[in-house]
């Protein structure tokens, strides 16, 4: 027999999964903690289910508690957003966007979108989060944020990603390294000095570490940072030399130091991908699908259900 489950237990459930609390659910919907509770016990009672571990300090998704929520996810987003989908119809278009994205875009990359978006739709309004690495992908599968742009590199299951820019990456180093004025440079070169490199952790890390371990093993590390600003910085001071993408750097940056593009010293290694990253089967409202064309104009929106995604190549900067 098909369970009876009344859209409001649904929508409840979702508040719940989202907020990862009862309390901060019964506020956004205005009715008590205890109320919340006795919806998601009927909840689980007419699915079978436990929905939910709870504990004093937090409501986690069960397995069958994430399925549920990976199926309730996409139709409570698009009934909440009926309002602005309809506006749009009319010819308005209102409502929120929020992006996460990484420092170095935030700055150097997308406000020049961001102020024509906003120029354009002057009845929409935008929120930015910066994080990076493994915490941009985790807001992205939490449906914490609309989409992401980041690298599109070795993407969690969860994650579509679409390219949209390339950069071309480059060797670092102080103006008066010994490896600044070798004219024929190679990685072995490279792995043979003192590094200054960023967290062995992260993917940028991982792909840093893995090129250098093919020649060295151990390589000397002087600086292992967290950003890329600190990476540039230690590398002016002398600590070591690295390799980052262009986007990381402004033009004083470049006349602070030597640079070299990574192609040159190894073919293939010299291009880093940045996108557009959704998460798989979310409802996308109708602000961010706009801003989305704006990144990408060719994005097409049918992907998101199939499992692929579309790469327009721009010419790298």
């Not at 997308?110 to 929409?124: A, D, G, N, T």
């Not at 670092?172 to 003192?194: G, M, Q, S, Y």
């Amino acid at each position: 027999m098909k369970p009876d489950i009344p859209y409001f237990k649904l929508k409840t459930f979702y508040f719940v999964a989202t907020e990862s609390s009862f309390k901060r659910a019964a506020a956004k919907l205005f009715v008590t903690e205890g109320a919340i509770s006795q919806q998601i016990k009927d909840l689980e009672a007419r699915l079978g289910k436990r929905l939910f571990e709870r504990s004093n300090r937090k409501v986690e998704l069960t397995s069958d508690g994430l399925n549920l929520y990976n199926l309730v996810a996409p139709v409570i987003e698009k009934v909440e957003n009926i309002g602005d989908e309809f506006v749009k119809i009319c010819g308005t278009l209102r409502g929120n966007v929020r992006l996460v994205s990484f420092g170095a875009m935030l700055v150097n990359v997308l406000p020049k979108y961001l102020i024509e978006f906003e120029s354009k739709y002057p009845e929409c309004e935008i929120f930015l989060f910066s994080a990076a690495g493994e915490n941009l992908e985790s807001m992205v599968l939490s449906g914490t944020v609309d989409f992401g742009v980041g690298p599109i590199d070795d993407l969690p299951e969860g994650i579509l990603g679409t390219e949209v820019w390339r950069y071309k990456r480059y060797f670092i180093a102080p103006l008066n390294h010994p490896l600044a004025k070798k004219k024929r440079l190679t990685f072995k070169d490279i792995a043979e000095v003192p590094i200054v490199a960023p967290n062995r952790t992260s993917k940028s890390g991982k792909r840093f570490f893995k090129a250098l371990e093919r020649y060295n093993p151990n390589p000397k590390v002087t600086v292992e940072a967290g950003t890329w600003e600190v990476v540039m910085k230690y590398v002016e001071m002398g600590f070591g030399v690295s390799v980052l993408p262009d986007i990381m750097m402004s033009t004083k940056d470049k006349i602070r130091m030597h640079l070299r593009p990574l192609d040159d010293v190894e073919a293939g290694s010299g291009l880093s991908q940045y996108g557009v990253l959704l998460k798989r089967g979310k409802y996308i409202a109708p602000a961010a699908r706009e801003l989305i064309k704006f990144l990408c104009p060719d994005f097409d929106f049918g992907v998101l259900g199939e499992g692929r995604a579309m790469s327009p190549l721009p010419d790298p900067k």
